[in-house]
């Protein structure tokens, strides 16, 4: 299992990009007309060019998305979406619901392969590897990254044995590296001086916010690429949601994390970049405080202001 530092391998912007599951022939259409928005195109079902800030070129890459289409049946919810995921920073999805955040995040680790209806064209790469290639082995590509989803999901077992289930199947079953990752992992996800005396009593006895914090530790355990996030305090109450935002703070540096939130405050509490979607496009992707302070375009800036969405 292997950890991408923020130092690790750069995706080359040159690597092609793979077309999958068939191909769909469409026209990109991105002519705009005199005064006409961004807004005004994607409602009549063009695509756009994505307002990407140069500070994301100063980047190490862990993960590059490379014209991303997905449809669901004969709906398309994403349109040619281009994108680079810093190395070792927090990067948060935002946008209104139903613009396709979850949709792509669930894209990264594949977990869209489960719904019969979906098609893809385009590739995503994790340090280099291409995610849609048909020599994929799914169950090990899943393994390079951790997942958190909405609602806490812990097993139905011992606190101990839910952080160190993935190396549990992974055939580790030395008892002194389970017990340093345990408590390596809890610390990790800022638990382990609440749980600590407790390790083999039942997790799902702890509160929605250290399940969801003991969720995080289970991931990590495993030393994942990138860490994967989909509305996480979505769940929770007011101090739980503040615990969890402070462990994603501290996750920085040592983990990559890719979060979808419809809470932009959330988003710019927590985040290094910001990503802003709309009907299935990416609008705009910066610094989260250049993006919520000074966007590059108004449609940005009248979303975070609450103008519209």
């Not at 690790?8 to 259409?29: A, D, W």
């Not at 705009?32 to 994505?50: F, K, M, N, Q």
């Not at 990254?145 to 030395?174: A, W």
Request: with cysteine.
């Amino acid at each position: 299992m292997v950890l991408t530092s923020p130092s690790g391998p750069k995706v080359s912007p040159s690597i092609p990009v793979m077309r999958n599951l068939g191909s769909q022939s469409e026209s990109t259409s991105t002519i705009e007309s005199p005064g006409e928005s961004v807004l005004d195109l994607i409602a009549r079902g063009s695509d756009i060019v994505t307002e990407t800030h140069k500070e994301l070129d100063s980047e190490q890459h862990v993960l590059r998305v490379a014209d991303f289409n997905l449809w669901y049946g004969s709906s398309k919810a994403l349109h040619h979406i281009d994108m680079k995921i810093a190395a070792g920073k927090v990067t948060a999805m935002i946008g209104p619901s139903g613009c396709g955040k979850s949709t792509l995040l669930r894209s990264v680790n594949r977990l869209n392969d489960l719904i019969d209806s979906v098609r893809i064209t385009g590739n995503m790469f994790l340090s280099g590897d291409p995610v849609y290639s048909r020599s994929v082995d799914v169950i090990e590509l899943r393994k390079r990254m951790g997942m958190v989803f909405q609602k806490s999901n812990p097993f139905p077992m011992s606190i101990f044995e839910n952080v160190v289930y993935s190396l549990r199947i992974d055939g580790e079953n030395r008892r002194q590296v389970l017990e340093e990752i345990c408590e390596r992992s809890l610390r990790g996800a800022a638990l382990w001086d609440e749980v600590k005396d407790r390790l083999h009593a039942s997790a799902l006895a702890l509160s929605g916010g250290q399940q969801q914090r003991l969720c995080i530790a289970r991931a990590i355990a495993a030393e994942p690429e990138v860490l994967l996030m989909d509305e996480p305090c979505s769940a929770l109450d007011p101090i739980a949601t503040g615990k969890v935002e402070e462990l994603i703070y501290q996750l920085r540096g040592k983990y990559t994390v890719l979060i979808v939130t419809h809470n932009m405050q959330q988003a710019a509490r927590v985040s290094d970049y910001t990503a802003f979607m709309y009907m299935g496009r990416l609008v705009e992707y910066g610094p989260t405080n250049k993006l919520f302070v000074t966007p590059h375009r108004k449609e940005t800036e009248a979303y975070v202001t609450g103008r519209f969405g």
